[in-house]
């Protein structure tokens, strides 16, 4: 009967596109806002 | 080969030079600076005096990043964080360089220099990766090019002026790369690659950033790649774990695609159906079942719902491949168009089994591509030559023509594997409201209402029915289709004996 | 009706690689920067914990009911990424200005004694991140030119 499409971790009904947040493949959830590289402001790396 | 003496010593002298600057205070203050004080030594060292030492330079360097991490990997009681935060140090350095050197070679308007260096060097880490994986075999290890590929990708990728100007010459070289790393070429591969192919940013550049979806045909060219490598476990139903983690993996990417650009299924269900095995269901359910994002589908449950009178069922949908043409050989193309057009000669339709059929291997004995194409072609002809009379497609219009001849004489004369992908070929075009889901709907329940024999009503039943009892998504034409069977008098289904050879099915 | 075809020896080599390499996945953190303070590293939770991001909380709406200290952690810990980037736009929301010289955020603390077109200055408090607290600074003078 294949699998239950809603149940890969996907917010299927989410208004807005789902790529920008796509943890990749094999992840059962999305990316969290730590897990996405950001070009922000060269001064904000300070370490 | 003849790499010429102490080279392998001056590369290696200048990646640890490289490694060293990279983290260093001045090149976190000022990364470009620090970059052309190193491009100096270099120089010095006459790596970038010719194409060959170049090309030389990078392939020792590849192989040194990753013979060093096999080592780090082959450590004992090492944690999986602490090799790779060993690994990453090196290779992020390396990636970085080859990023500045990409970005700052030639001058800023000659951007093929930027471009060849581009593909030189994608084109030796994938020679690397390959020979690695042919030498080492199950012991090879994708970690080392996967860091690589995706750094330099989002290296590359970064909002910079330069890097706009060439960020489709980018794509494309690394779809080029990905294309010759496919699944079925480094399989030892396959699941970063599908790591690379459906990362956010990739998907993100490759289908929604590059204007006029100019990403669209060669990404639909990767996925074709991983489908032609999924197909052959896929067939076989019971998926080993590897295969099922793998498999898993796809429907998620194509969920996404689904959700985010549904037109990019729709524009390439075609070639996506052309390879993906035929037992298949819920993946080919998930495809066909894309629709535009600004059409709105009635419920196919509305009673007396008057499909023919939908805005949406006369427009021809696109189809991105070019089917006519995989109709071969030319001479049986050139019969087919003549018995479209004057149902001469009268051989064809008896020969027409012969040409499709291409061996006597049970579960072989058909070109499936070759059948998909043919329903295609004759059904688009169909719909042109009745709109040509002024007429449109209905269970009438479509009947007592050539188009019609082959598709009855496919129904009787196939076996039941033939005729299986034959109908499934019909229920392939089943998708949102459009002239082919419209035409093809009415001629699959024409063949069941025309059909001299019940085991070719049942087969259709089949063919529909293992379509909806799989989980969703289901494509709006193929339950308005079988809607329209189970409930319209005229084809009195449930008077067949097979309706009810067993209670669930009957349910 | 098409039952099962036995694979070719080509797709059994295929698996055999597959199945090599399904013993060594990639992580997500393969295809992220290397965090040099809080890497990826999964530990199984209690169930009855938030398995999953809670909704929206990617938006600088979220952010802003965080805590100013939650946000400076967040801004310090998170460097490079998406989150460092909202915690940034939810501090200036809340009047805070980042000094790109001592990289640390400040606040006025009351109308600024001074102020002509290179810079004001006044009293302040500040985010000291080396000792992890809030200072006040008199007779600070904020140059624009390292206003962020």
């Known amino acids: 009967l294949g699998q239950d499409l809603t149940a890969l971790g996907l917010n299927l009904n989410s208004p807005e596109n789902l790529y920008p947040n796509f943890g990749g493949p094999w992840a059962e959830t999305p990316c969290r806002p730590q897990d996405i590289d950001f070009h922000v402001p060269p001064e904000y790396l300070i370490n | ?507 | 009706p098409l039952g099962p075809v036995p694979l070719q020896k080509e797709h059994q080599c295929q698996f055999q690689m597959m199945e090599a390499a399904f013993y060594h996945m990639p992580h997500p953190s393969d295809s992220e920067r290397l965090r040099t303070y809080l890497p990826r590293n999964p530990v199984p939770t209690p169930l009855y914990y938030h398995q999953v991001p809670l909704p929206h909380s990617d938006t600088v709406e979220f952010f802003q009911r965080l805590s100013t200290e939650t946000l400076f952690f967040i801004f310090y810990y998170m460097e490079g990424t998406k989150a460092q980037y909202l915690a940034a736009k939810a501090l200036k929301k809340q009047s805070w200005r980042f000094h790109t010289k001592y990289m640390m955020w400040f606040q006025r603390h009351e109308e600024p004694k001074i102020i002509n077109e290179e810079y004001e200055q006044g009293t302040y408090i500040y985010f000291d991140y080396e000792k992890w607290g809030q200072r006040k600074k008199e007779g600070f003078m904020f140059e624009y030119k390292y206003l962020e």
């Open chain 2, 1 to 507: 080969f003849d790499d010429p003496p102490g080279l392998l010593e001056k590369t290696e002298f200048l990646l640890r030079e490289w490694i060293s600057i990279h983290y260093s205070a001045t090149a976190g203050r000022d990364p470009t600076r620090a970059f052309s004080i190193f491009v100096q030594q270099m120089n010095g060292h006459g790596i970038l005096k010719t194409d060959d030492l170049i090309t030389r330079f990078f392939r020792l360097s590849t192989q040194m990043c990753v013979d060093l991490c096999y080592r780090f990997l082959a450590e004992p009681a090492s944690t999986p964080t602490l090799i790779r935060t060993k690994c990453f140090h090196t290779l992020d350095a390396f990636v970085r360089l080859i990023a500045l050197l990409v970005k700052h070679s030639g001058d800023a308007s000659n951007t093929n220099t930027k471009i060849n260096l581009l593909n030189k060097v994608l084109g030796i880490v994938a020679g690397v990766l390959l020979q690695d994986h042919d030498n080492r075999l199950t012991e090879f290890q994708q970690l080392p090019y996967h860091r690589i590929f995706i750094m330099l990708f989002l290296e590359l990728n970064t909002p910079e002026p330069i890097l706009e100007a060439i960020n489709y010459q980018v794509l494309t070289a690394f779809c080029h790369t990905l294309h010759i790393l496919r699944p079925a070429k480094a399989s030892g591969f396959a699941y970063a690659w599908l790591e690379l192919v459906s990362h956010r940013v990739f998907i993100g550049r490759m289908l929604a950033i590059t204007p006029q979806q100019k990403g669209w045909g060669m990404y639909a060219q990767l996925l074709i790649d991983l489908f032609k490598f999924l197909a052959p476990f896929l067939r076989n139903a019971e998926l080993a774990k590897p295969v099922t983690l793998l498999y898993k993996g796809t429907l998620r990417v194509l969920l996404v695609l689904l959700h985010d650009f549904p037109e990019f299924l729709c524009d390439y269900h075609y070639g996506f159906c052309d390879v993906i095995p035929p037992n298949c269901i819920q993946m080919r359910n998930l495809i066909l079942s894309a629709f535009p994002r600004n059409m709105r589908l009635p419920d196919p449950f509305t009673p007396n719902l008057k499909v023919d009178m939908l805005p949406e069922i006369a427009h021809a949908p696109r189809v991105l491949t070019n089917f006519a043409s995989m109709i071969q050989p030319m001479s049986f193309k050139k019969d087919l168009d003549s018995y479209l057009k004057a149902r001469a000669p009268v051989t064809f339709l008896s020969d027409l089994r012969s040409n499709l059929q291409v061996s006597n291997e049970p579960g072989m004995r058909y070109n499936i591509p070759l059948m998909n194409a043919l329903v295609l072609y004759v059904g688009a002809q169909a719909i042109n030559f009745i709109r040509n009379k002024g007429l449109t497609p209905n269970m009438s219009t479509i009947a007592h023509s050539s188009h019609m001849d082959i598709f009855q004489n496919l129904a009787v004369d196939l076996d039941t594997e033939g005729r299986y992908l034959f109908l499934n070929a019909i229920a392939n075009q089943l998708r949102y409201p459009n002239s082919h889901t419209h035409y093809f709907s009415c001629t699959l329940l024409y063949l069941f209402a025309e059909a001299n024999t019940e085991a070719i009503q049942e087969q259709i039943t089949r063919v529909l029915l293992e379509r909806l009892i799989v989980n969703r998504p289901h494509p709006w034409g193929l339950l308005i289709t079988f809607i329209e069977l189970i409930k319209n008098p005229t084809y009195k289904f449930w008077n067949h004996e097979f309706v009810h050879c067993a209670p669930e099915i009957e349910k």
